[in-house]
């Protein structure tokens, strides 16, 4: 019996295979290698997630090896909760971009979670003659910087590219005893998870690649960063979706009015929270970001779970273009935004002016976004 077992032993589908990419992981090495003593720095996208956050910290890990100098920065802010607990909590130093950084002393930019077309920084680097040394990312192959080493996979984290080369040991061998490499393993970890809605969009790659972080990280810690609290604003954003959602042929809408910037990632978070009601399949929440020194915007957030729904083309055709073509909003399959300047009327602190400008934008955007989604226009109040 155990003989006929042994002979009729399946071939293992995906397990089997070697996890990981040996020769990039050289490859990256060897990069470093050649880069010894310079300062880098490391470009996440404007308003960086978990995955760029960990992604950029890898990064800083591997290239002091070489030692060489890095600074992750970013534009936009740092705004969701669970990425603030997890720079705060790990002690992760980021800096976010403002006029007065001189770009000039870097030796070249790396980009990570991203290609230079979703962060300010590379026409920035680029105005500053600082060349793109490298490109680490999952996303779909822009080819837009060319840079002296370049990884773009498709799998589901830029963390899983650089778990990848931790694994490799080819530049440094992690060691559950180093406080340093914990907290590098629980982020990257945190960020896999944060990428892949809790690793249910996840490939085997990134369960494999957590299956190795998971020997350095720390439970706690990692418990810590997923166990945040909402800001009051935050609280308060979800509560006017709440109240004043309409709901309409499986499209739940609400536009919450005005907030500021610190809670800007209240929008997503409450349009999450909209599509968990029973019978709605879409969900779209708005508001407008008050100016506070930068533009005043209206921004939105759609989340769907209707596979027959494409987000990126109900935005474009609900929205719209500007003045230049460029369309208000797009996204990927099953979440989207959009981003509508306030232009002329923008800065006005006069109550009564206010809210007949949230108004305005408020009917306009509503009337819409139903119309596009062919549940017909609103003919209620506001
Ligand atoms: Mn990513």
């Not at 295979?17 to 990039?24: A, P, Q, S, W």
């Not at 591997?62 to 992750?72: C, K, N, P, Y």
Request: one cysteine or more; glycine letters at 10%; proline letters at 4%.
């Amino acid at each position: 019996m155990a003989h006929s077992l042994q002979t009729q032993a399946p071939e293992l589908p995906v397990l089997s295979r070697n996890f990981g990419d040996d020769e990039r992981a050289r490859a990256f090495a060897q990069f470093l290698a050649r880069h010894r003593g310079e300062v880098h720095l490391i470009a996440l996208q404007d308003y960086p997630d978990p995955d760029a956050i960990s992604s950029g910290l890898a990064y800083r890990l591997l290239a002091e090896r070489f030692d060489i100098d890095t600074e992750i920065v970013y534009e936009g802010r740092v705004s969701h909760q669970e990425n603030l607990a997890l720079v705060h909590l790990l002690d992760i130093d980021l800096t976010r971009f403002t006029g007065a950084l001189p770009l000039e002393r870097y030796d070249g930019a790396v980009y990570i979670d991203n290609q230079g077309t979703t962060t300010r920084l590379a026409e920035r680097c680029q105005g500053a003659g600082v060349r793109a040394l490298a490109v680490i990312d999952h996303h779909a192959p822009q080819g837009v910087l060319n840079p002296e080493f370049e990884d773009v996979r498709p799998v589901g984290a830029a963390a899983t590219i650089l778990t990848d080369y931790l694994r490799s040991g080819e530049v440094v061998t992690l060691d559950p005893d180093k406080e340093p490499h914990v907290h590098l393993a629980t982020a990257l970890v945190h960020g896999l998870r944060a990428e892949t809605n809790g690793f249910i969009r996840a490939g085997p790659e990134e369960y494999l690649a957590a299956a190795y972080l998971s020997q350095f990280t720390d439970p706690q810690l990692l418990d810590s960063v997923l166990r945040v609290q909402r800001t009051r604003g935050t609280m308060d954003v979800i509560r006017i979706a709440l109240t004043d959602r309409i709901v309409r042929g499986g499209f739940s809408l609400a536009g919450v009015g005005y907030l500021r910037h610190a809670d800007r990632d209240a929008i997503p978070q409450a349009a999450d929270f909209l599509l968990t009601e029973e019978n709605v399949h879409t969900a779209v929440v708005y508001g407008i970001l008050l100016g506070e020194g930068e533009r005043e915007l209206v921004v939105g957030s759609v989340r769907t779970s209707k596979l027959t729904l494409d987000v990126d083309q109900f935005l474009k055709s609900a929205l719209g273009t500007d003045v230049r073509g460029r369309h208000y909003g797009g996204g990927r399959s099953r979440a989207g935004g959009f981003e509508i300047p306030i232009g002329f009327l923008e800065g006005t602190t006069d109550a009564e002016h206010m809210r007949l400008k949230w108004d305005a934008f408020n009917r306009q955007i509503r009337g819409r976004l139903l119309r596009a989604a062919g549940v017909g226009e609103d003919s209620e109040g506001s």
